[in-house]
């Protein structure tokens, strides 16, 4: 039954990550067309209805004083620093390399998870997120050479992540899910509202760009529901690794779909960022009981 369970959570969390993936790819192909701004408030319009329907569907309380929660506040804070910095590279560096920086996600969370809430992490660990680290440099290629300012934006936006994640473990369990999605998307249309006019300003749409949009508020959504399936039917440190699939999407789509040849300091910065991630991930089941990594899969819901 525990090998049933791993393997659909693994599913989920491999439609997870590719929903994610196709999600970045449509905003990257109309940053062209709209500002990160706009993207953000047309996008968020959408999701949030779509949540909200959902949420109505299904019951679920949508409480203020849930939303005023401090914790969901600060985990907000941290989506939108995440959401701004990673469009806003998306629309300046190859789309393989800005997926390429977030698979250090695990060493940041792992990191922040060591310095601020005072998690156990042992010499191979801190070993392994070091190594991971330089292999994000060597995507980056800090230097005269290769070097984009603008990557620093998805650096940025790593640690924006990690620290939404890790906020994210401190919320209550009676707080929904929905409910924390719910605020975060509205959140995140009345920023991107407020900065249109900074950013650029109003740029006319397309119908064909429009669905572009409607598509990804659908799949952001689709992506947030499989994690939290993956999460709730397997075992974290099973199931974890496989949100590494996302990188593989990145590379075929942004050679296929955004005519991108990766060069050899990409890929061996990813190969040694994702090998540094699987043996945290090794490491930390290593370190877990069977009783206490069960006792870890459920997120708040």
Known sequence: ????????????????????????????????????????????????ALIYCVARYLGVTLSLKMVMHPL?????????????TFLSALAHIEFAAASSIMQSLPLAVTLGAAL????PVGWRRWTAISVG???????????????????????????F????????????????????????SFANTVVGVILIAPMGGWQPISTPTLGYLALASVLVFA?????????????ISFIAPFRYTGLLWALVIGIFLFG???????????????????????RERKRRSPVAEKASVAPPV
């Open 1 to 48: 039954m525990a090998s049933s369970e791993n393997s659909r959570g693994a599913l989920f969390m491999a439609l997870a990550m590719a929903a994610f993936t196709c999600n970045d790819a449509i905003v990257k192909s109309i940053t062209s067309e709209l500002g990160v701004a706009q993207i953000m408030a047309v996008r968020g319009v959408m999701a949030t």
């Open 72 to 84: 969901v506040l600060l985990r907000t804070f941290f989506e939108i620093g995440a959401t701004l």
């Open 116 to 119: 601020f809430l005072g998690e």
């Open 133 to 159: 680290f330089l292999g994000v440099l060597l995507i980056i290629r800090p230097g005269p050479e290769g070097f984009t300012p603008a990557a620093l934006l998805a650096v940025a936006a790593c640690f």
């Open 161 to 184: 992540t990690a620290s939404r994640d890790l906020t994210t473990r401190r919320i209550t369990a009676d707080i929904p899910t929905l409910t924390v999605t719910l605020f975060t």
């Open 223 to 235: 992506g947030y529901q499989a994690v939290i399936k993956a999460m709730r039917v397997g075992e």
């Open 260 to 282: 991108e040849h990766p060069n050899a300091y990409m890929l061996t910065g990813a190969a040694i960022v994702i090998g540094s991630g699987l043996y945290t991930f090794y």
